[in-house]
């Protein structure tokens, strides 16, 4: 997965272009990416269902583990999972972007929403898992 690392929308102008310019310098570090390892989840028969992705999360160029919860909503051969993570950024070695008065946490929230299909393979290929596009 890849997010341009311009895409972040906190509603406030200022406090974007400091977050884009000076701290995630977007200029040098134009993505960020997310490499899925691992898949953990059932399919319910019906309905929505949690899913767990282990991956590496790459930000400002270092590569960080993470583990995703991810609420599954499938339809047919396609799904949207959303989730929720948490980015310490200042202990991943990000600039802490507080100014004299105007304090910021050490660790920022992303919300995430994403769209895909998934196409099953025959067992005995590919070790009969299912191919997320």
Not at 69 to 91: C, E, I
Request: with cysteine.
């Amino acid at each position: 997965m890849v997010v341009s690392a311009t895409s972040g929308d906190s509603g406030s102008h200022m406090r974007d272009s400091e977050m884009k310019d000076s701290i995630l310098e977007v200029q040098r570090y134009p993505e960020i990416t997310f490499t899925p390892q691992q898949a953990d989840g059932q399919r319910a028969s019906q309905g929505d269902f949690p899913a767990t992705i282990r991956g590496i999360l790459t930000l400002h160029g270092n590569p960080h583990p993470i583990t995703l919860s991810m609420m599954v909503q499938p339809s047919g051969d396609r799904f949207t999972a959303t989730t929720r993570f948490a980015v310490p950024y200042v202990a991943w070695g990000l600039k802490n972007p507080s100014l004299l008065i105007f304090r910021c946490a050490d660790t920022v929230y992303v919300d995430v929403k994403t769209q895909g299909q998934v196409t099953w393979v025959p067992a005995g290929t590919a070790n009969g898992a299912a191919a997320v596009r």
